[in-house]
């Protein structure tokens, strides 16, 4: 060692302390602490998961989709947030939407178009048009209005693109009817498909709808795609639908739905929240 | 109790913990990097290293040797992920592509963690284990290190030593991050994470379906990606996964942990020149910078100011219901403050000032508190630029901690803050300039620019949270990104160790009548005002057409 020039000795030793610190922090550290963990606390190391007569139906962290095949909800299931992880709540796939907070201008599809692979043009939702489309189903399924401002009555995003001599309702493919007549003494006109709109300037149209009735968490997708938790009101308002579909008391649910609430940590980590799945397997119990 | 209190109480519990282990921690620290006593672990190690730890060494050696441990680090991660399929524990993950295993090779090297690849379908066991969370700790080391190699240039008289490399990289790898890792990872576990080697697990689902749950070693490296500032996820949702991140009492722990030696490092400096005050005003520059940024960005966030945000009711898109707006904000302004860039929330969606402040963040440098000994570094360069300005202004020869600031120590400090603006700008201007970079973009407008602004400012200050729309997986981003992330990295360090080797050979100068002092409050505001005006008149233009653009529109 002494003998070699010193920039291959550092090379050396550099090589001998990536190995060396490679096999305490790299093996010997995440051995030792699995070891303990497993020990320790075994449920939470191996998943937290739930079983329900005998077989596993979950993770008490994970969130799940409660759809049938076709992806419709389940009418007797609390319905869980909308999910950017794969095609909804894979775990394999974690993911959000990473859509921009004024992402507010569809790409409409064009009818009959093709791409270069040959599957059919379908455009491309901006983030304010799936919280409208989202906040209009759910207000369907609860039976409430799924108003909320700056969508349209037909549930998308409410944007002109407006033009020195005209306007246009730019997520509103023809022959919709454009949701509003007119702006600023211009005719206001329905979008069609393939055009680009890009030079007119883009107004977002706030409108007259007041407080939505469906809540906030119900038209956003989460960080991960695999959010356990609804909101506190998003599971109010789905409460009445659960407890006719299951011919249950409203306030047995809405007790339920008490006890699955997971408060604020001490009072003031975090917001209060209700894991999807352990409301939806007390009620398949009661 | 609403939100908004309930978000300030968690700020304040915060500030009270780490208020708490401050002095404690920063002690231990000072031991650690100043005693001469190595324990038996550690002895048994330099001798597998074959090096002598009597010897200390002058800062090109102590470059030299930090240089080779990065470069054989950077092959060691890089083959790892090629060979993943022939090694154990390899899930049957295919090798990893060839310009995505250098870009993350490079990115955990240099403690950034920018992710250019999805963890739970890209990376197995073994990679995640024995290649890149062996980076966290090291890397980390190395950021302390360099650190502390500077602060000795300020302590020593006429030495020509700055000290020694390996001891330097052993004792903060060993003694500082594994016993906390270790006690933090057990915390985590009680807290919901997982920790196994298992694949990935069918399980059916109460509707008839399936759901794979994925396992892993994910505690283990959860803690000290936090605690390294690193903030490279074992899955792609990062510290918004469940299993990373299952409750808000965890959020709070992991925070803590970003912010933890970053902020007590401050002591052990005080410490280490010998007058405590001195790390009194460090940590009030950081503090104040810090507080302003976390509650701004928990205003923007909470009033969700913003076309979608208003239509949804709250800005909760790619936010976890558990954390809530105002814990999530907290976390994204500590994960860009320091340079962690782990994620709760999803940065591509907050609000335009929302997002800006994140990027902001970065953009001071990432000193308030900043990553683990670069944010030290880091902001005592911006001492040292301070006390030249002051001195400029009263036209007196400047002067910090005893130690002359002259021609050699100005050209460096300057250089030091020309390195990451210049990759930030030019590597930006460069994507925006290629029709092929630009289709890279997720979102169109404004929020584009952000995007690939985002990008360049997050690799170049070696944050690595990214605004993730942004689809950086193709061979220039790789390539583009991976040279930002080694010449934000290296370039400072070498001029940090060059203005520690020219600090220590100085005589301390006596103070005088002309002396500023470094420790009182007119000093704290002076080196606020001089960060912010540096970053305000270098970003401010970029800053315009990105997130103000979109703001104000």
């Given at each position: 060692?002494?003998?070699?020039?010193?920039?291959?000795?550092?090379?050396?030793?550099?090589?001998?302390?990536?190995?060396?610190?490679?096999?305490?922090?790299?093996?010997?550290?995440?051995?030792?602490?699995?070891?303990?963990?497993?020990?320790?606390?075994?449920?939470?190391?191996?998943?937290s998961i739930?079983?329900?007569?005998?077989?596993?139906?979950?993770?008490?962290?994970?969130?799940?989709?409660?759809?049938?095949?076709?992806?419709?909800?389940?009418?007797?299931?609390?319905?869980?947030?909308p999910?950017?992880?794969?095609?909804?709540?894979?775990?394999?796939?974690?993911?959000?939407?990473?859509?921009?907070?004024?992402?507010?201008?569809?790409?409409?599809?064009?009818?009959?178009?093709?791409?270069?692979?040959?599957?059919?043009?379908e455009?491309?939702?901006?983030l304010?048009?799936k919280?409208?489309?989202?906040?209009?189903?759910?207000?369907?399924?609860?039976?409430?209005?799924?108003?909320?401002?700056?969508?349209?009555?037909?549930?998308?995003?409410a944007?002109?693109?407006?033009?020195?001599?005209?306007?246009?309702?730019?997520?509103?493919?023809?022959?919709?009817?454009?949701?509003?007549?007119?702006?600023?003494?211009?005719?206001?006109?329905?979008?069609?498909p393939?055009?680009?709109?890009?030079?007119?300037?883009?107004?977002?149209?706030?409108?007259?709808?007041g407080?939505?009735?469906?809540?906030?968490?119900?038209?956003?997708?989460?960080?991960?795609?695999?959010?356990?938790?609804?909101?506190?009101?998003?599971?109010?308002?789905q409460?009445?639908?659960?407890?006719?579909?299951?011919?249950?008391?409203?306030?047995?649910?809405?007790?339920?739905?008490?006890?699955h609430?997971v408060?604020?940590?001490?009072?003031?980590?975090?917001?209060?929240?209700?894991?999807?799945?352990?409301l939806?397997?007390?009620?398949?119990?009661? | 109790?609403g939100?908004?209190?309930?978000?300030?109480?968690?700020?304040?519990?915060?500030?009270?913990?780490?208020?708490?282990?401050?002095?404690?921690?920063?002690?231990?620290?000072?031991?650690?990097?100043?005693?001469?006593?190595?324990?038996?672990?550690?002895?048994?190690?330099?001798?597998?290293?074959?090096?002598?730890?009597?010897?200390?060494?002058?800062?090109?050696?102590?470059?030299?040797?930090?240089?080779?441990?990065?470069?054989?680090?950077?092959?060691?991660?890089?083959?790892?992920?090629?060979?993943?399929?022939?090694?154990?524990?390899?899930?049957?993950?295919?090798?990893?592509?060839?310009?995505?295993?250098?870009?993350?090779?490079?990115?955990?090297?240099?403690?950034?963690?920018?992710?250019?690849?999805?963890?739970?379908?890209?990376?197995?066991?073994?990679?995640?284990?024995?290649?890149?969370?062996?980076?966290?700790?090291?890397?980390?080391?190395?950021?302390?290190?360099?650190?502390?190699?500077?602060?000795?240039?300020?302590?020593?008289?006429?030495?020509?030593?700055?000290?020694?490399?390996?001891?330097?990289?052993?004792?903060?790898?060993?003694?500082?991050?594994l016993?906390?890792?270790?006690?933090?990872?057990?915390?985590?576990?009680?807290?919901?994470?997982?920790?196994?080697?298992?694949?990935?697990?069918?399980?059916?689902?109460?509707?008839?379906?399936?759901?794979?749950?994925?396992?892993?070693?994910?505690?283990?490296?959860?803690?000290?990606?936090?605690?390294?500032?690193?903030?490279?996820?074992?899955?792609?949702?990062?510290?918004?996964?469940?299993?990373?991140?299952?409750?808000?009492?965890?959020?709070?722990?992991?925070?803590?942990?970003?912010?933890?030696?970053?902020?007590?490092?401050?002591?052990?400096?005080?410490?280490?020149?010998?007058?405590?005050?001195?790390?009194?005003?460090?940590?009030?520059?950081?503090?104040?910078?810090?507080?302003?940024?976390?509650?701004?960005?928990?205003?923007?966030?909470?009033?969700?100011?913003?076309?979608?945000?208003?239509?949804?009711?709250?800005?909760l898109?790619?936010?976890?219901?558990?954390?809530?707006?105002?814990?999530?904000?907290?976390?994204?302004?500590?994960?860009?403050?320091?340079?962690?860039g782990?994620?709760?929330?999803?940065?591509?969606?907050?609000?335009?000032?929302?997002?800006?402040?994140?990027?902001?963040?970065?953009?001071?440098?990432?000193?308030?508190?900043?990553?683990?000994?670069?944010?030290?570094?880091?902001?005592?360069?911006?001492?040292?630029?301070?006390?030249?300005?002051?001195?400029?202004?009263?036209?007196?020869?400047?002067?910090?901690?005893?130690?002359?600031?002259?021609?050699?120590?100005?050209?460096?400090?300057?250089?030091?803050?020309?390195?990451?603006?210049?990759?930030?700008?030019?590597?930006?201007?460069?994507?925006?300039?290629?029709?092929?970079?630009?289709?890279?973009?997720?979102?169109?407008?404004?929020?584009?620019?952000?995007?690939?602004?985002?990008?360049f400012?997050?690799?170049?200050?070696n944050?690595?949270?990214?605004?993730?729309?942004?689809?950086?997986?193709?061979?220039?981003?790789?390539?583009?990104?991976?040279?930002?992330?080694?010449?934000?990295?290296?370039?400072?360090?070498?001029?940090?160790?060059?203005?520690?080797?020219?600090?220590?050979?100085?005589?301390?100068?006596?103070?005088?009548?002309?002396?500023?002092?470094?420790?009182?409050?007119?000093?704290?505001?002076?080196?606020?005002?001089?960060?912010?005006?540096?970053v305000?008149?270098?970003?401010?233009?970029?800053?315009?057409?990105?997130?103000?653009a979109?703001?104000?529109?």
């Amino acid at each position: 060692m002494e003998r070699l020039p010193s920039w291959v000795r550092q090379h050396v030793a550099a090589l001998r302390a990536v190995a060396v610190l490679t096999v305490l922090l790299g093996i010997v550290y995440p051995l030792v602490t699995t070891g303990v963990a497993q020990a320790l606390f075994n449920d939470h190391a191996n998943g937290s998961i739930i079983e329900k007569g005998g077989k596993s139906v979950g993770s008490a962290l994970i969130g799940q989709s409660f759809t049938d095949a076709d992806g419709d909800p389940i009418r007797r299931y609390f319905q869980s947030r909308p999910s950017a992880a794969g095609d909804g709540y894979d775990p394999t796939s974690t993911s959000a939407s990473n859509l921009g907070p004024e992402d507010i201008v569809d790409t409409l599809p064009v009818p009959g178009a093709q791409d270069e692979e040959g599957d059919l043009d379908e455009g491309k939702q901006s983030l304010l048009t799936k919280v409208c489309t989202r906040s209009k189903a759910v207000g369907a399924l609860e039976g409430v209005s799924g108003a909320r401002p700056y969508c349209t009555p037909d549930g998308v995003g409410a944007v002109l693109k407006v033009f020195p001599d005209r306007a246009v309702s730019v997520n509103q493919a023809c022959p919709a009817t454009p949701f509003v007549t007119a702006y600023q003494g211009l005719k206001v006109e329905c979008a069609r498909p393939g055009e680009d709109y890009a030079a007119g300037k883009t107004v977002p149209v706030r409108g007259d709808a007041g407080t939505p009735a469906v809540p906030s968490d119900a038209v956003t997708a989460s960080a991960s795609g695999l959010d356990p938790h609804i909101s506190v009101a998003y599971a109010g308002l789905q409460a009445p639908r659960v407890a006719t579909e299951r011919g249950l008391d409203r306030a047995r649910v809405e007790q339920l739905i008490k006890e699955h609430t997971v408060g604020r940590a001490l009072g003031f980590m975090g917001e209060p929240a209700v894991n999807v799945l352990e409301l939806n397997l007390a009620l398949d119990r009661s | 109790m609403g939100a908004t209190p309930a978000g300030m109480i968690f700020i304040v519990s915060l500030i009270a913990a780490l208020a708490l282990v401050w002095k404690p921690f920063g002690d231990h620290m000072y031991r650690v990097y100043s005693t001469s006593r190595h324990n038996r672990v550690e002895r048994v190690v330099y001798r597998l290293l074959g090096v002598r730890t009597d010897m200390e060494q002058s800062w090109p050696v102590y470059a030299r040797g930090l240089l080779a441990f990065s470069v054989v680090s950077i092959l060691v991660v890089y083959g790892v992920q090629r060979l993943q399929n022939k090694l154990p524990l390899s899930l049957g993950m295919e090798p990893v592509t060839d310009h995505i295993a250098w870009n993350t090779a490079i990115s955990f090297v240099t403690n950034t963690n920018w992710q250019a690849y999805s963890g739970e379908s890209t990376m197995g066991h073994l990679t995640q284990m024995a290649a890149l969370a062996v980076q966290n700790f090291v890397s980390a080391a190395v950021g302390m290190a360099v650190a502390v190699a500077l602060v000795r240039g300020f302590a020593r008289r006429r030495s020509s030593t700055i000290g020694n490399f390996w001891v330097d990289l052993v004792r903060g790898s060993l003694r500082v991050l594994l016993p906390i890792a270790f006690a933090g990872a057990l915390v985590l576990v009680a807290g919901g994470l997982v920790q196994n080697f298992s694949d990935v697990q069918e399980v059916g689902t109460l509707t008839g379906g399936t759901q794979g749950i994925t396992g892993g070693p994910v505690a283990s490296q959860e803690v000290i990606k936090e605690l390294g500032t690193n903030g490279g996820g074992f899955y792609n949702a990062n510290s918004a996964h469940p299993f990373e991140n299952p409750t808000s009492w965890t959020n709070w722990f992991e925070i803590f942990l970003i912010l933890v030696i970053p902020f007590s490092l401050t002591r052990t400096f005080g410490k280490l020149v010998g007058q405590v005050r001195q790390g009194y005003a460090i940590l009030a520059v950081m503090a104040v910078l810090a507080l302003a940024s976390v509650l701004l960005t928990n205003v923007f966030e909470l009033s969700g100011n913003a076309t979608v945000p208003q239509a949804a009711g709250a800005a909760l898109e790619g936010k976890e219901l558990r954390f809530g707006v105002s814990n999530s904000a907290t976390f994204a302004a500590s994960t860009t403050l320091t340079s962690t860039g782990a994620v709760n929330s999803i940065h591509d969606s907050y609000t335009p000032f929302g997002g800006m402040m994140t990027l902001l963040n970065m953009m001071l440098g990432e000193v308030a508190p900043g990553g683990v000994g670069a944010g030290l570094y880091g902001m005592l360069i911006l001492a040292v630029i301070t006390v030249f300005v002051a001195g400029l202004m009263v036209g007196r020869t400047p002067e910090y901690l005893g130690k002359k600031i002259g021609a050699r120590e100005i050209k460096l400090a300057s250089l030091y803050l020309l390195v990451t603006p210049v990759l930030v700008l030019v590597g930006t201007a460069f994507a925006m300039g290629s029709a092929e970079q630009r289709a890279s973009m997720l979102n169109t407008g404004p929020h584009g620019l952000s995007e690939v602004l985002y990008a360049f400012t997050s690799a170049s200050n070696n944050n690595g949270s990214a605004f993730a729309g942004l689809t950086v997986n193709t061979p220039w981003y790789d390539v583009a990104l991976g040279l930002c992330m080694l010449f934000g990295r290296f370039l400072p360090m070498i001029l940090v160790l060059a203005l520690a080797g020219s600090l220590a050979a100085q005589a301390p100068v006596r103070e005088g009548a002309g002396t500023l002092p470094t420790h009182r409050p007119q000093f704290v505001g002076l080196v606020i005002g001089v960060t912010v005006i540096l970053v305000a008149l270098t970003f401010l233009p970029a800053l315009a057409l990105g997130p103000i653009a979109e703001g104000l529109s």
